[in-house]
């Protein structure tokens, strides 16, 4: 993640020593391993809070484009998100996960579990594209063919939307491909 990064959540390197204070102060009878234990269940409320922020229906399906680490090695793939929801994108089942919104406005996230890590950037599609473009999209994806202009022709950045949450502003606006 670099510097001109949006952190949305994280369960990555937390520190007790960071939360150590607070809890004590505010959990004097518990051991340290119980708040060590407290201080991920508190971490865990706070990404049920940025899904009831990040509440955001678009009027089409956001798709995943997926850089997936696996044990034998690296994989392109993709996953749609029919719902439409900005929320929905928040859900991962590895062991540690951080959202954020890139420096290009692009919401994207960096999810490790036990064979490597899987790095996902969020997109919708665009209003006026057809079901024929999608299928070539996702078709050039899968076989690890999809270029960068493939893909902002087709959909466009979520961090937009979700700027306007948070307040963050995003200088460039994406380059828009017409066909």
């Known amino acids: 993640m670099e510097k001109t990064d949006h952190l949305i ?17 505010e959990h004097p009878d518990l051991s340290e391993d119980e708040r060590i234990q407290l201080m991920y269940e508190i971490n865990n409320d706070y990404l049920a809070d940025e899904r009831i922020n990040l509440n955001i229906q678009l009027s089409r399906p956001i798709i995943i ?10 994989r392109m ?12 994108c928040l859900y991962d089942e590895n062991d540690y996960s951080k959202w954020f919104v890139d420096k290009n406005g692009d919401l994207r996230c960096d999810s490790i579990h036990h064979d490597g890590t899987n790095h996902y950037l969020y997109r919708t599609y665009k ?3 057809s079901q024929e473009q999608i299928e070539n999209l996702k078709w050039k994806i899968y076989h690890g ?10 959909t466009r ?23």
């Open 127 to 129: 209003d006026g594209v």
């Open 145 to 154: 063919q999809a270029t960068r202009r493939d893909i902002t022709r087709i």
């Open 77 to 88: 793939g993709y996953k749609e998100i029919k719902s439409g929801n900005i929320r929905d």
């Open 9 to 25: 959540w994280s369960n990555y390197d937390l520190n007790y020593d960071d939360w150590k204070d607070d809890l004590e102060a």
């Open 65 to 74: 484009i997926a850089d997936l680490g696996l044990w034998n090695g690296r």
């Open 157 to 179: 950045r979520l961090g937009d939307e979700i700027g306007k949450v948070y307040g963050w502003e995003f200088l460039q606006r994406e380059r828009e491909y017409v066909r």
